[in-house]
Each structure stands twice: as structure tokens, then as C-alpha cells.
């Protein structure tokens, strides 16, 4: 059996955030585990002739963390942490896996590719690439995705 004492998710507030916090609650509640919530903010900074200024200094605003507060699928059953961080997505992400000793991430992913990929990269990929536990990622809801495969189990079609 797998052993699973704390869920990291990584959220950015879309609709495919949302299908992986579906999942990782479903998790943290079947496996009693502690389920740890981050957004992270990321600041521009302004380059100015050969210089860089950094933005104003930060402060999260009362509407982040009203969003944290109040996001589906969290119930009183659940042993939940929220947190808001700034900086680099994925290093955040990765640092409070660590840090919380996350045993799964279970993140979103906006399934960029080409262009779009190239320039503005993949915050999933990163944290795949370099997390020290498993990572789970989506991007359709979980209901979609077994009513998919039925489909496809019944015209034949799939692996």
C-alpha cells in the first residue's frame, strides 16, 4: 500500500488546478494525509537601461488569500495548510515539497506545447523533473478521463 502522509498542491487558481485539488483531496482523505496548499505569486521586475529594478516589495493581497480560503473540494474532514509564496514557481513549489516533506505532488498542468511552450516553459515539467517524490499531473477532471477511456474501450480504440 501506498504510504501517504502529505500532499503538496501547487495551484494557480485555473479550472485544471482545480481537477488536480479534486484529486489531491480525495487522496488526503483516503489515506488521512496532511494536505498542503501553495500559490505562488511571481513578481515582474522592471529592466531599466543596463539595470534591473525590482518591483514594489510584496505583500499578498487579501483577494489571494480569500481564494486559498475558499477553494473547492475542502471540506472540515481535512488536515489542510495554505500557503502563499513569491518568487519562481517551480523552485517554490519544489522547495516547500521539501521543506513539508511532501510524499506526492499533485499539480495542474496547462499542456502548453510549441511555441508557447518553448517561451514561456513548463512549471510541471520543472517540478517533475527535479522533485524528490512523485508527481501527478492533469489536465482534464478525473470524471472525463474514465468516461474517455469507456469510449474508447467501447469503439475499440486505445492502448
Known sequence: MLALQ???HPTDFSER???ALQLAAALARDYHAHLVIVHVV???TLAFGEGVVPADPWNPTPE???QLEHLPYIDDELDVERHVAEGDPATEILRLAHEKHADLIVMGTHGRTGLKRMVMGSVAEQVERLAHCPVLTMTTPFSETIKAHE???LLGVGG
Do not use: G, N
Open 6 to 8: 502529505t500532499i503538496l
Open 17 to 19: 488546478s482545480t481537477y
Open 42 to 44: 511571481m513578481h515582474p
Open 64 to 66: 489571494v488569500k480569500a
Open 151 to 153: 469510449q474508447e474501450a
